[in-house]
């Protein structure tokens, strides 16, 4: 019986990924929250209108897309939130174009 140790995991998990993570996380809630307002506004998103919501790079948006796809936060065929990308969008504060609103009390 082999032992599989955790260092031997980690080594494994870093080569068959890649990297861990690559753009920040403050780049990955920007994008999940733009492609969360662009779908519920009814528009169509698309890597230049992600790109124009955030004012990141086309090329950076492109990552950070490939990313969260491979995290299981976006499909990244049709541009869609998941269950766990949209309660991620909702936590980190989804509303107001993209943008964390406050709330204020009546």
């Known amino acids: 019986m082999k ?4 260092g031997n995991w980690t080594r494994f998990q870093w080569s068959s990924y890649g990297c861990a993570m690559t ?3 403050s780049t990955r809630s920007a994008v999940l929250r733009s ?6 506004s ?6 230049r209108s992600l790109a124009e919501q955030t004012g990141l790079g086309l090329g950076r948006v492109a990552d950070c ?3 969260l ?3 299981g936060f976006v499909e990244l065929r049709t541009l869609r939130l998941t269950f766990a990308g949209l309660a991620v969008a909702v936590a980190a504060g989804g509303q107001a174009g993209g943008r964390s609103a406050a709330v204020s009390a009546a």
């Open 3 to 6: 032992t599989l140790y955790v």
């Open 69 to 71: 796809h491979r995290d």
């Open 35 to 40: 492609l969360m307002f662009l779908v519920s």
């Open 42 to 47: 009814g528009k169509r998103p698309s890597v």
């Open 23 to 25: 753009t920040s996380p």
């Open 65 to 67: 897309l490939a990313e």
